[in-house]
């Protein structure tokens, strides 16, 4: 409950010197308004309502309540009335206003408020894809490694400021190999890429909008593995890599990339 609010006046019925004055303040509003005949107390609630509900696929009613500083109370009427009855069909304008106003932005939103895990495990599993290690990640990100672990498996929801860490070091790093200097090293990049492959993990430009949880990610035109190979190979070799550096950046083998060559130069032909 928030002291100095109309709301909190009218819906929790405080009678605090705060919530006085902002009862004072709603009438002398409210009368100026009148004189000009531009007094609108109440809104339609259907596109509040959709809006709200949509929100609700990234948080609870609750963290809405708290982003717009409305009463919960006034969500709870909007979506579900009150003694059977359907979804208020009018609230008040200010009321509307705010929860309008509500969006989902990381950087805005309070650290600890909970938000749905599904952009944050999309991203983990694009930079396991690029070859990034759980580790390797915790350390750039400082989020611990066991809550990276829970983010790609269990995990429905994460604290803001867990998903804003994984959301900038993902800015980071999807567009660069993990280090690849030591062969422990290229061993641990073949096992996550592998993983990832194996789990049918995205890269981030199959999503249209990572963060929402309903979207299904857009792969594109489906294309014969050694057709693949051959375009990823070609296009490596453009930038200046031998043929053994292309072959283990590819994670396969020189004789496997001459056979995949092989079959897409046969099924062109």
């Not at 909008?209 to 489906?222: A, K, M, N, W």
Request: hydrophobic share 40%; charged share 25%; aromatic share 6%.
């Amino acid at each position: 409950m928030r002291h100095g609010e109309y709301a909190t006046y009218t819906v929790q019925k405080c009678r605090c010197t705060e919530c006085k004055a902002a009862s004072a303040a709603y009438a002398r509003e409210r009368h100026r308004l009148l004189a000009y005949g531009r007094w609108k107390p109440f809104a339609d609630t259907e596109a509040v309502r959709a809006h709200v509900l949509n929100l609700r696929r990234y948080i609870s009613y609750d963290a809405i309540a708290l982003l717009a500083q409305v009463p919960a109370r006034s969500i709870d009427l909007l979506v579900y009335g009150e003694a059977g009855s359907p979804g208020s069909a009018r609230m008040r304008t200010e009321t509307a206003t705010r929860l309008l106003a509500v969006s989902i932005d990381l950087d805005q939103m309070p650290d600890e408020m909970r938000i749905s895990v599904a952009g944050s495990r999309r991203r983990l599993q694009a930079l396991m894809l690029r070859g990034w290690a759980m580790p390797l990640v915790s350390e750039r990100c400082e989020v611990p490694r066991w809550q990276l672990d829970k983010v790609l498996n269990v995990a429905l929801i994460l604290r803001v400021f867990q998903a804003r860490a994984i959301r900038d070091v993902t800015a980071q790093l999807f567009d660069q190999d993990p280090p690849l200097t030591t062969r422990s090293e290229r061993h641990t990049a073949a096992i996550v890429r592998n993983r990832a492959r194996r789990n049918g993990w995205v890269p981030l430009a199959a999503w249209d909008d990572i963060d929402d949880p309903d979207v299904e990610p857009d792969l594109g035109t489906t294309v014969p593995r050694a057709q693949a190979i051959t375009e990823d190979a070609a296009f490596l070799a453009e930038q200046g890599l031998t043929p053994n550096q292309v072959a283990e950046r590819l994670q396969i083998s020189r004789g496997y990339l001459q056979k995949a060559r092989a079959r897409a130069a046969a099924t062109s032909a």
